[in-house]
């Protein structure tokens, strides 16, 4: 089996207040290339548009790729490293019952299968310069949701 393409992502998602208008923000690096991905909602959580960013940038990949992934979001890299298997044995509920961003976990379950993917949490605002920059670009979005 050939080595599969190596691409790095970073995301981020913003929602001032919350909820509220959100943006979310996605850079894929591959090689010397990048990518940049944003968009915003009017009305909208921090959880959605973190997962939000996460789906649009795994969809994004043309190919089955290695992923370095990159997140400040507990909320999504627990998801779907550790929360993620029990959900679904529960029929996409949480042990206290209804799961929300239901459609988003099932998307990037989804993804999930399509490439090998390693999650990575980084502190947020925490001087790593790719994390600033989504969500620097998140924040941006967000202020220009109509």
């Known amino acids: 089996m050939p080595d599969l393409p190596q691409v790095t992502i970073y995301t981020d998602g913003a929602c001032e207040p919350n909820p509220g208008p959100g943006g979310w923000a996605a ?11 944003c968009g915003s909602e009017a009305q909208t959580t921090n959880n959605r548009m973190e997962l939000t960013a996460a789906v649009q940038a795994l969809s994004a990949l043309n190919e089955r790729c ?5 997140t400040d979001s507990e909320y999504l890299r ?5 929360w993620l298997p029990d959900w679904q044995k529960r029929g996409w509920k ?4 209804k799961l929300a961003n239901i459609d988003l976990w099932q998307e990037l379950d989804t993804s999930l299968g399509e ?3 390693d999650w990575n949490w980084v502190r947020g605002h ?3 310069s790719l994390n600033r920059r989504v969500d620097s670009l998140a924040r941006k979005a967000m202020r220009q949701c109509p």
């Open 27 to 37: 850079l894929l690096l591959f090689g010397k290339h990048e990518k940049v991905l």
């Open 66 to 70: 290695r992923v370095d992934f990159y």
């Open 78 to 82: 627990r998801g779907i490293t550790e």
């Open 94 to 97: 949480r042990k206290s019952g």
């Open 115 to 117: 490439h090998q993917i």
């Open 126 to 128: 925490s001087g790593d």
